[in-house]
């Protein structure tokens, strides 16, 4: 599928600070769109950093790779919620509206697995995010929405449950589990790009990327002692929701999990332990 532009938010961020390189393997330039009224524009030979106010709009075929998102699944006040609601339900209609333009377009919006569950197991994140969702494909002709589960890896600077688990066991310090097993489908962040990238050349409508890999947190926590030799002390929690569990599995959309060039979660889960060293 050949766009004359590709614009893109979030790339500065996890997912797309490691799906630039994949997306320059297919296009020859980026357009980012940042906060603060800048854009950046993405070459092979480097990046360049432009106020908006020189955006030159575009009347060819244009993709808008929709990755921003701030993540705040429980806002304390009324400034966080507005911020929450600015930045996942207006940012991208804002972009398309005001920079982009509609027409010729395809949007692919990353997506939460959390918004595939259940009102009562929504939180006010995953619901910014489905607004945008649902105002997007009410008013744009060729709308796909990419839902990722958990994901880890390189440049991954979230402070998420893997990546706690190795600082704690790396330093000896105890780890907290719930006492009923919690499980999390959990994916590489390179096959979650490479999911991303394929998504771009298919039909427009809503896809997941899925790995095979559903594990408790404790089955986690043991493979990241076993592959430290360090066992740590393992607090309980008490009060712990499977989010997993609740997902009615006929909800979730078709699966782009790559099928093959993918490593096992152990040798994924040793190179990060590397990683963060």
Known sequence: MHFEVVYTSGLSGFIGRNLIQHLLEKFPLLI????????????????????????????????????????????????????????????????????????????????????????????????TKSLANAYLKQNYDSVSVL??????????????????????IKNSEPIALPKEDVYINVSHVSDVCRAIISSIDLPSMDYCVMS??????????????????????????????????HL????????LFPTSGSRTFEEYLEMRINEIG
């Open 147 to 168: 839902y990722l589960f958990d994901t880890f890896g390189d440049q991954d600077d979230r402070s998420r449950v893997i990546d706690t688990f190795i600082t704690k």
């Open 32 to 127: 980012n769109f940042r906060r603060g009224n800048f854009h950046e524009i993405y070459s092979r030979n480097g990046c360049v950093k432009v106020e908006n106010r020189y955006f030159n709009k575009s009347d060819g075929s244009k993709l808008f790779l929709s990755i921003a998102a701030l993540y705040k699944a429980f806002p304390s006040s009324r400034k966080e919620l507005a911020e929450l609601y600015d930045s996942n339900a207006v940012l991208p209609i804002k972009l398309i509206e005001e920079y982009i333009g509609s027409e010729n377009l395809k949007v692919i919006q990353i997506s939460s697995y959390f918004q595939l569950l259940d009102l009562e197991f929504q939180t006010p994140y995953s619901l």
């Open 212 to 245: 095979g890999n559903t594990l408790s947190l404790r089955f986690i926590a043991e493979e990241i002692m076993r592959l430290i030799g360090n066992r740590v002390k393992v607090n309980e929690l008490t009060a712990n929701i499977d989010y997993f569990y």
């Open 248 to 255: 009615n599995k006929a909800n979730i959309p078709k699966n």
